[in-house]
């Protein structure tokens, strides 16, 4: 019977290749100079630390921008609240890696609202999907594709 897997995935590497992308950008240019901005990672979490929330906005920017240019979807990333001191601003940004209860209930039920004949059962942080046929496996890939659905979503282990 065929299947496939539908997953929310972050290639770590080449997050790590964008956040030191982002750090060089930063050392170069001539409004970071001498004001201690730096962006530290813990494997999918992002803590940008600068001086003012408008120089954190700004890091922010030039993080998006590296991280698209490297193949990863930005709708991934979660922004915490900015938290502010006298002599600094800090904010977490964090790439969201598989799919949460919540959003697998969203993805079976959308899937079940398109009136094809497959089933779809959330297994921990990816929802599998089967069907008799293959052509409304692709049926429902296209219309995860056009969905806002408020995650990158990537599509695995094809089976026929």
């Known amino acids: ?7 929310s995935e972050v290639n770590l590497h080449e997050l790590t290749n964008a956040v030191d992308q ?11 100079k001498g004001t201690g901005t730096e962006i530290e990672q813990d494997e999918h ?12 906005k700004q890091v922010i920017e030039i993080l998006r921008g590296k991280i698209a240019k490297r193949g990863i979807d930005v709708a991934c990333l979660e922004e915490s609240a900015l938290t502010q001191s006298l002599s600094e601003a800090r904010q977490t940004l964090t790439a969201r890696h ?3 209860k919540e959003a697998g209930k969203k ?8 009136q094809l004949k ?14 008799k046929k293959r052509d ?3 049926a429902v890939m296209a219309a995860l594709r056009g969905a806002a659905l408020g995650l990158p979503l990537q599509f695995t282990n094809f089976r026929d």
């Open 1 to 7: 019977m065929p299947s496939f897997d539908v997953v």
């Open 22 to 32: 982002a750090k060089r950008e930063i050392i170069n240019r001539f409004d970071f």
């Open 45 to 56: 979490r992002m803590t940008i630390i600068a001086q003012s929330e408008f120089q954190v």
């Open 98 to 100: 598989g799919i949460d």
């Open 107 to 114: 993805i079976v039920k959308f899937i079940k609202e398109g």
């Open 118 to 131: 497959v089933q779809a059962q959330i297994q921990d942080e990816q929802v599998r999907v089967t069907s």
């Open 136 to 138: 409304d496996l692709q």
